[in-house]
């Protein structure tokens, strides 16, 4: 039920587009009530409207702590040379006497939206289950801030905790990264910077229907245009603010767009998911595809039906709970807790 092994055929040479696949019937009665207020697609004009209109408000220092489970507190930590300070969301569990795994979050929000607590609270529920520190941070948008802003806060922010993390009091040899959406693909873009600067060691990177490919010419990126939760236009506004003229072109490295990567070796293992009715079906496929052909280690999810972060918009869905409980399972593989 989890995997759909094959990947989509080339677009044919005439331009025409297969049908989209269709949306799994639960998700697509979640999605129904907000398709008339939501488009799938924006241009970049919209951004400004798209960031004060958010539709779920940030979780509380409280509501983070879950009735005392978590400590919480927000820490500003050095930034990239030259920046600003990066804000960290630290949540670690109430009394814990030992160094914890601990999970450093990235946020969605395609490079252009979104805060250091949107989506910790899944994050919070495999903290409580299996004993984690969880680390969330906040990283410069796009088009305020392009390339390599938001990447180089993310490592700063990774390279803070690794080096404080007896403070923290994490385990610096067992630090996963994880993102979702935008957040997926700087997750990637970070697994990469990490391998190719020296460090810090990584143990595990959790690539949640990750962005990884400015290039927007995927047959699953042109099948599912207007569908969803995350359009082709949409994807092209995201790219475009944080690459500017630069996207699809020649020059777009792989710290900013981690399907341009030409080496996949040396990364450490990989947990993928996507839907298959989704924008960035193809490119996520292609992905865990090239870490298996370069020696790597990678489990690779494709939730059919699953349009782009079903298990947000509708996390009581019967395919949403499997999604969820495959990535708490592989995390308890990975970190044996």
Avoid: K
């Avoid at 080339?10 to 008339?36: K, Q, S």
């Avoid at 779920?56 to 919480?72: A, H, I, M, N, Y």
């Avoid at 792989?254 to 839907?275: H, K, M, N, Q």
């Amino acid at each position: 039920m989890s995997t759909e092994p094959t990947t989509s055929p080339a677009t044919e040479d005439d331009g025409t587009v297969p049908p989209p696949p269709p949306f799994d019937p639960e998700l697509a009665a979640a999605l129904e009530p907000i398709a008339g207020r939501l488009s799938p697609g924006f241009l970049p004009e919209a951004i400004p409207e798209m960031r004060a209109g958010a539709l779920v408000e940030p979780p509380s220092d409280e509501d983070l702590s879950r009735d005392g489970t978590f400590e919480v507190e927000e820490r500003a930590v050095p930034g990239p040379a030259g920046a600003p300070d990066v804000s960290l969301l630290v949540c670690r569990p109430t009394g814990a006497s030992r160094p914890l795994p601990a999970v450093y979050c990235i946020h969605g929000g395609g490079m252009i939206l979104g805060n250091n607590r949107a989506g910790v609270d899944e994050a919070l529920d495999w903290a409580g289950e299996l004993g984690l520190a969880v680390v969330s941070v906040d990283y410069r948008l796009a088009p305020e801030h392009p390339h390599p802003a938001p990447v180089e806060d993310c490592y700063a922010g990774l390279r803070w905790i690794a080096g404080n993390a007896e403070e923290l009091g994490i385990d610096p040899q067992r630090i996963v990264i994880a993102g979702s959406s935008a957040g997926g693909g700087l997750t990637a873009a970070l697994a990469l910077l990490a391998r190719d600067r020296g460090g810090p060691a990584l143990f595990g990177q959790m690539l949640l229907c990750p962005m990884l490919d400015d290039r927007n010419d995927s047959v699953s990126a042109r099948q599912m245009a207007g569908r969803g939760m995350w359009d082709r236009t949409a994807n092209e506004t995201g790219w475009g603010a944080l690459l500017g003229d630069a996207r699809g072109g020649p020059d777009v490295p792989p710290y900013a767009a981690p399907a341009r990567a030409t080496e996949l070796s040396g990364l450490p293992p990989a947990f993928i998911d996507v839907g298959s009715a989704e924008t960035f079906r193809d490119e996520d496929v292609a992905y865990a595809t090239r870490i298996w052909q370069a020696g790597g280690r990678a489990e690779l999810h494709v939730w059919p039906g699953g349009f782009h972060g079903f298990d947000g918009l509708a996390p009581q869905a019967a395919l949403s709970r499997e999604a969820r409980a495959a990535r708490i399972r592989w995390l308890r593989r990975l970190l044996g807790c």
